[in-house]
């Protein structure tokens, strides 16, 4: 999960089992330049990618499949021919998987569309280097290499005339895959709690998502500054980052700054809170609620400030009662939601677990 907490952004990384269960390693990495990244896990560089430069949405997800030998092996997919279905998307889900081309089991998978559903066997290549294809409802699927596993999902959106609106640069079409950054449902409903004060967003087990109003938030407020050195309610910006952290009440918490280096004051948690970078600086901090290393509100000022002063805030226990919410409809004008959230990469299927 990416979290665009500032600059640098930082990535959450897990590994999980073949089943899609966590294996214990986890950790972060920050992303501040186009480049090399290395994921080091207790044994060492797990894994290694290079990322460009763009943007990193938070909330976006990527899936990486490793082989038996730990290696990350993506999958290598070309779609040709014209499907029987325009203006729908195929859904591929894996039943029983293995490495491609060569792969000595055959690989088995399920596909569905709009009007349309069936099984495919794909049977392995005795040679590495010759892909193996499989013909689905009018499109043919050639399956270069890769590593796919029981519960593994991708995706063909077809066009008008029937053809893959995915497709590289020879016009040749391909697969939204786990392996793409992409919103699930349970990625937009992390994302939206850590986007919204006071409303929930929660996955059911039928895969809905289910929006209530949260019982633990706690509101900033009564916010108060000294309004010395710029230390004032015209010169400071605070914006929460992470509402999910503010679930612990707290009366008259004091940022002081003495010396150039700010402190915390009156901490509810007994030490848990912490200033990102540690002390601060002239141009402001974000604040670590929840103890997990990330900034969850972000204090800033648009002019440097200078001297000795502070800043007072509390946080309130609200009551659900306070909060009600609604998503406009068509009739009454798009709420901007999606387009905000970036929902047009959304895929709405349940994660499947990658071996890797």
Not at 108 to 120: D, F, K, L, N, R
Not at 267 to 295: A, E, H, K, S, Y
Request: net charge negative; aromatic share 8%.
């Amino acid at each position: 999960t990416a979290r665009t907490w500032g600059d640098p952004a930082v990535i959450y990384w897990e590994v999980v089992d073949g089943n899609g269960d966590p294996t214990g390693e986890s950790g972060y990495v920050e992303i501040d330049e186009p480049g090399i990244v290395e994921i080091t896990d207790s044994r060492g560089t797990a894994l290694t990618f290079e990322i460009s430069e763009g943007s990193l949405v938070a909330g976006n997800t990527l899936r990486i499949n490793t082989d038996d030998d730990g290696t990350a092996d993506p999958l290598e997919l070309a779609i040709t021919g014209t499907a029987n279905c325009i203006d729908d998307t195929y859904e591929f889900k894996v039943i029983s998987g293995g490495s491609l081309p060569d792969n000595e089991e055959d690989i088995v998978i399920e596909w569905s569309s709009g009007t349309a559903s069936g099984t495919v066997v794909v049977e392995g290549s005795d040679d590495a280097d010759v892909p193996v294809y499989v013909v689905v409802d009018g499109m043919a699927l050639q399956f270069s290499g890769g590593t796919l596993v029981e519960g593994d999902v991708f995706y063909v959106t077809t066009d008008t005339t029937g053809r893959p609106l995915d497709a590289d640069d020879d016009g040749i079409g391909s697969a939204a895959t786990l392996s793409d950054w992409h919103w699930t449902m349970g990625s937009f409903a992390d994302e939206f709690n850590r986007s919204a004060g006071g409303i929930t967003a929660t996955v059911s087990d039928n895969n809905t998502l289910v929006f209530d109003t949260n019982e633990d938030y706690c509101a900033v407020d009564n916010i108060r500054f000294s309004n010395a050195g710029g230390i004032s309610e015209e010169n400071t910006i605070i914006t929460v980052l992470n509402y999910t952290a503010l679930e612990t009440t707290a009366e008259d918490l004091q940022f002081t700054r003495t010396n150039g280096t700010w402190t915390i004051a009156n901490d509810p948690t007994g030490g848990t809170l912490q200033i990102i970078p540690q002390g601060g600086d002239d141009n402001g901090f974000m604040v670590d609620l929840d103890g997990d290393g990330l900034g969850d509100i972000q204090i800033s000022f648009d002019t440097a400030v200078s001297g000795d002063g502070t800043i007072r805030m509390d946080l309130s226990s609200t009551d659900s009662s306070d909060f009600s919410f609604a998503f406009a409809g068509d009739g009454d004008g798009d709420s901007g939601l999606a387009a905000a959230l970036g929902l047009n990469t959304f895929l709405p299927a349940p994660m499947p677990g990658p071996s890797g």
